[in-house]
């Protein structure tokens, strides 16, 4: 089946630094990719829909200067945790989409943030 | 009430049980996806369907588009297949709505 990968897997940093976590389709191409963040012991919770070349689209009370996405290419998603706080710690899961005529989505294997 | 609903919330099986669990929904859908999550966190995207019925291996995965319920079955369980399963629905170019997980633990 269709693969997602995500990087990193695990990230370490300091409060008030920027995270990169990378999406990537990797045998095809992704019109749409979706961020998740999920909450230990919650089920995920949708932040933004991405559609390559266009700005995202954010969910009701995700701060969109806070969290920076970019899809650059059909095949990469980007999502940027810009002055990163404790309360930023999360499990962030991405998904992609490849446009097919059913809503076939592929999960990524997630990245756990951990600030400090 | 929410759009998308497990049951159980929680299960224990010995090894080589029968596992089932259950999802409806309210909404029109154009998919129902079944994945699971293991303890480290990592989502595998298990089943998608729209129709019918699908297996892989030990799973086995049933939807009744009328009854808007599905079905996910594990077979001669194992403790490997400790993990939580999510029921999660999607209506054609739109976000998907997940269940709220089923947690099962199978012992050895």
């Known amino acids: 089946g269709a693969v997602v990968s995500q990087h990193p897997s695990r990230v370490i940093c300091k409060s008030g630094t920027s995270v990169k976590i990378e999406c990537r389709s990797l045998?095809?191409?992704?019109?749409?990719m979706f961020w998740y963040r999920q909450f230990p012991k919650k089920s995920l919770m949708l932040m933004a829909t991405?559609?390559?070349?266009?700005?995202?689209?954010?969910e009701q009370g995700v701060e969109k200067d806070k969290f920076l996405i970019n899809h650059a290419s059909l095949t990469l998603s980007t999502l940027t945790v810009t002055s990163a706080h404790p309360e930023d710690s999360s499990f962030y899961i991405c998904?992609?989409?490849?446009?097919?005529?059913?809503?076939?989505?592929?999960f990524g294997p997630g990245t756990r943030l951990t600030v400090l | 009430k929410n759009e998308v609903e497990q049951s159980p919330q929680n299960l224990t099986a010995q090894e080589g049980e029968f596992i089932t669990i259950n999802c409806s929904y309210s909404?029109?859908?154009?998919?129902l996806h079944w994945l699971q999550q293991h303890p480290g966190g990592g989502i595998v995207s298990l089943f998608m369907?729209?129709?019918g019925k699908k297996k892989h291996g030990r799973l086995i995965a049933t939807i009744n588009i009328q009854e808007k319920h599905s079905s996910l079955h594990i077979t001669a369980s194992h403790p490997r297949d400790s993990a939580v399963y999510i029921c999660?629905?999607?209506?054609?170019?739109?976000?998907?709505?997940f269940g709220g997980g089923t947690r099962v633990l199978v012992k050895p």
């Open positions: 999660a629905v999607g209506a054609a170019g739109n976000k998907l709505t």
């Open positions: 998904s992609a989409r490849s446009g097919g005529g059913v809503d076939t989505q592929y």
């Open positions: 369907l729209s129709s």
């Open positions: 991405s559609n390559e070349g266009s700005k995202a689209t954010y």
């Open positions: 909404v029109g859908i154009s998919a």
């Open positions: 045998d095809f191409q992704a019109t749409t």
